[in-house]
């Protein structure tokens, strides 16, 4: 359909960068909700933002978010061969402390590193696909935090 075609095209690019593009994402979710650094475990509590966004804990999560979008974006044909995956990496986040409401943060952060990235190519239609995509996930990382 469409909704893949865009998801699919766009990603195309984005993933050959992934890291960049996951910092660019992250960077905002902090912005969006600084509390959410402390999830992240460093060597001291005083370093800098900047420190924590060089650090390499903050920077192997981003690989592994990044990760996830990848393969729901090769498995948009068959979401649902990902739901044992999502389900457990649910249950993670509610272990480390992550509230799932912080994934809808996400979200947003995600459609703006988007919105930076493509451009003018960031229409409301790939919008709204993108959106759709990432909420099937959530969807399903949130029954696993709460089972
Ligand atoms: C693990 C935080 C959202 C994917 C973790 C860990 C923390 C964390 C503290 C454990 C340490 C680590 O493995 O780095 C957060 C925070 C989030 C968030 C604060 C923002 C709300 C997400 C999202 C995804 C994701 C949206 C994917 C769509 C992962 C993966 C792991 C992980 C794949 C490794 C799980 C494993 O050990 O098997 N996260 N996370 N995270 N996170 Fe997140």
Avoid at 60 to 74: C, F, Q, R, Y
Avoid at 120 to 129: E, I, K, N
Wanted: glycine share 6%; aromatic share 8%; proline share 3%.
């Amino acid at each position: 359909t469409k909704d893949k075609e865009l998801i699919r095209g766009s990603w195309e690019s984005l993933g050959k960068n992934k890291v960049p593009h996951g910092v660019v994402m992250f960077s905002r979710l902090f912005e969006l909700d600084p509390a959410l650094l402390n999830l992240f475990h460093y060597g001291t509590n005083c370093d800098s933002t900047q420190d924590r966004l060089a650090s390499p804990e903050f920077l192997e999560h981003v690989t592994k978010v990044m990760l996830v979008i990848d393969a729901a974006v090769s498995h948009l044909d068959d979401l649902h061969s990902l739901e044992d995956f999502l389900l457990n990496l649910g249950k993670k986040h509610q272990a480390v402390g992550v509230r799932t409401q912080s994934f809808a943060a996400v979200g947003e952060s995600l459609l703006y590193m988007l919105q930076c990235s493509l451009g003018p190519a960031y229409t409301a239609p790939l919008r709204q696909a993108w959106l759709n995509m990432y909420s099937i996930v959530v969807a399903v990382m949130s029954r696993g935090y709460a089972e």
